[in-house]
């Protein structure tokens, strides 16, 4: 393995290709996300809750990341150990956009009429987000772990980084681009964004790995059957549920899903509920509310890129104290976000987006090369699978908590719309800054040292120093 490792050098190419996959999910992302759930609140008048367990159905459904995961170490698909899986779950995720639309229409046309049933329009919508959330598990680790395997050990957390950067600049372009195309609901701009989705983003599906798995076989100086027999034998030592136990009773890996949970829990709560927020507390057009998301994931990729500029030459495993400064300046994003609107100051949403966008990127960049340092190399699918757990069920729970604390606190409580969304703000806040604190209670170092990442006396001190 680790002759093996030593023959595998970095491409920046590829790591780039590679990083062009994520043009399709941003811009699937900001459709179901940012465009299909504002129509559905604020168009149409359906309450948070629902719409939000929708589009949390897809997190919900994350141990499905972890069986992709080790089923990519240990189980190759079609000749393939990632790429495959890859192409499978893209697949689901370009058939359910279409249903997506389909549904919209149903609940356009029950608007329009002022009756009918919308039993119909909640199945599509069901369907749809089953296989657009199916489809993302599947391909989720696999990728991941693909971009892992691209790369040297001392690049590895870069590899993620870069690839997780390209997804948040996209998903900053795509906002804006989207924002302009459809100012307001319209079915038929609607359609043309699915199928450019479709098109666009299955075509980058395709292209950004085509052909990289047997590229990294060649670098590594192995056939495939010599892959295949050394994967085949992993497989018949362990099986899916040994390895989860085996993973799960590391006190380390333990403390550290806890704190990729709840920062990430934290993190997403205002997912479903930013635009409504604008166009409820601050009767803001859909045109400049799209742009919200946009805001926040352009200060992201400018502190990812300088983050990845200033701290380039710093080992994966010393960013704990950057993916703290990175939480906390998030934390003081919403809470000057509630601020915001318990005191109805509309002039400074952006600026709150900003420093929430900026702290963002800084733990973004942190956090992707500690889950890089907290991966084995033997197993870095389920690894990677478990994290990707981790964020993906948090992100959905977030996203319905967001959803239905809006519901409570506006349509239960009756509380003022400014000091409802004011109260969610300010509670992310606070689950923000707790994550700070678990973090400090994960021993990164002593993983990294048993997974053989650091080898030497010398390479403990440099990892330890701050």
Do not use: C
């Not at 079609?78 to 639309?101: F, N």
């Not at 990728?143 to 980084?161: E, F, H, N, T, W």
């Not at 859909?286 to 380039?312: E, H, K, P």
């Not at 500690?370 to 690894?383: F, I, Q, R, T």
């Amino acid at each position: 393995m680790k002759r093996e490792q030593n023959q595998l050098s970095f491409s920046l190419w590829r790591l780039l290709r590679l990083s062009s996959f994520q043009i399709g999910s941003a811009m699937g992302d900001i459709l179901v996300t940012s465009i299909w759930n504002r129509v559905m609140i604020s168009q149409f008048g359906i309450p948070a809750a629902p719409v939000s367990l929708l589009i949390a159905l897809r997190y919900l459904l994350s141990p499905l990341s972890l069986w992709a995961g080790y089923r990519s170490d240990t189980r190759p698909f079609l000749g393939m150990r990632r790429t495959s899986y890859i192409w499978l779950g893209r697949g689901l995720m370009v058939l359910s956009l279409p249903l997506l639309g389909w549904s919209l229409m149903r609940f356009a046309a029950i608007h329009d009429a002022g009756s009918g049933s919308a039993v119909l329009g909640w199945v599509l919508a069901l369907v749809s987000s089953l296989l657009y959330g199916v489809g993302t598990l599947i391909s989720g680790s696999p990728y991941l772990a693909l971009v892992r395997d691209s790369a040297p050990k001392a690049r590895q957390g870069l590899a993620i980084s870069t690839a997780e950067t390209v997804l948040i600049i996209f998903f900053a372009i795509v906002g804006i681009t989207f924002s302009f195309w459809m100012e307001e609901f319209d079915p038929v701009i609607f359609w043309e964004m699915i199928f450019a989705t479709m098109i666009i983003g299955g075509f980058f599906w395709l292209f950004s790995i085509w052909g990289v798995e047997r590229s990294i076989r060649r670098q590594k100086g192995l056939t495939l059957e010599q892959e295949l027999s050394a994967v085949k034998k992993q497989a018949a030592q362990s099986n899916l549920l040994e390895t989860i136990q085996r993973i799960w009773q590391d006190k380390r890996t333990r403390r550290f899903f806890i704190f990729l949970s709840l920062a990430t829990f934290s993190a997403w709560a205002q997912d479903a509920i930013l635009e409504p927020f604008g166009a409820e507390v601050f009767d803001l057009p859909l045109s400049r509310t799209t742009r919200f998301n946009s805001y926040w994931q352009a200060a992201t990729v400018v502190t990812l890129v300088g983050g990845a500029y200033l701290w380039r030459k710093r080992p994966p495993e010393r960013q704990r104290r950057i993916t703290n400064g990175g939480l906390l300046t998030m934390a003081l994003g919403m809470v000057l976000l509630g601020g915001t609107a318990v005191l109805h100051q509309v002039h400074l949403i952006e600026v709150a987006l900003l420093v929430f966008g900026a702290g963002f990127g800084v733990y973004t960049f942190g956090g992707l090369s500690l889950m890089a340092v907290m991966s084995s190399d033997k197993e870095a699918g389920a690894y990677l699978g478990l994290w990707t757990i981790s964020v993906v069920v948090f992100k959905g729970l977030g996203t319905f908590a967001g959803g239905a604390l809006r519901d409570l606190f506006l349509l239960n409580l009756e509380l003022s719309a400014g000091l409802g969304y004011g109260l969610i703000f300010l509670l992310e806040g606070v689950g923000l800054g707790a994550a700070v604190f678990i973090l400090t209670r994960v021993d990164v170092l002593g993983f990294a040292r048993e997974m053989g990442r650091l080898i030497s006396r010398s390479d403990v001190q440099i990892a330890s120093a701050d």
